[in-house]
């Protein structure tokens, strides 16, 4: 069984940057993706990066890309995500899921919410101006 919680945020200022963390359990083995997604109120959840166990590829929201870096501990048991040059706009409360996926349900599927089966119980970022 999976198991993942999240950690590591907290509020900065704008153009700060935030380094969350995700402890999993049940991913050391086995070929899945793991992802952080968002979700501020009155929002949808959306996918922010990506990145496949199996793989090692990684692939991130167009809005986020060469800001935040997202990465898998050597032992896969440890998902980080690292932002950069925040902007107030991404006050949200952050998730980290996963779920077993091939190399085409990565590409085609890795940043929708209903791909996942597995999810923490989020990490909330607040970004002041």
């Known amino acids: 069984q999976v198991q993942l919680v999240e950690s590591g945020g907290g509020s900065v200022q704008s153009g700060g940057s935030l380094r969350l963390s995700c402890a999993a359990s049940?991913?050391?083995?086995?070929?899945?993706?793991m992802a952080w997604f968002r979700q501020a109120p009155g929002n949808e959840r959306e996918g922010v990066a990506v990145?496949?166990?199996?793989?090692?590829?990684?692939t991130y929201a167009d809005s986020v890309k060469g800001r935040f870096t997202i990465s898998l501990s050597n032992d896969k048991d440890t998902l980080y995500l690292q932002m950069n040059s925040l902007k107030p706009e991404e006050s949200a409360m952050y998730y980290c899921?996963?779920?077993?996926?091939?190399?085409?349900?990565?590409?085609?599927?890795?940043?929708?919410?209903?791909?996942?089966?597995?999810w923490g119980q989020g990490t909330q970022v607040t970004v002041s101006s």
């Open positions: 899921a996963a779920f077993l996926c091939s190399y085409s349900d990565y590409l085609l599927r890795g940043l929708l919410e209903s791909s996942y089966n597995y």
């Open positions: 049940g991913t050391t083995s086995g070929s899945y993706c």
């Open positions: 990145v496949s166990s199996f793989y090692g590829m990684t």
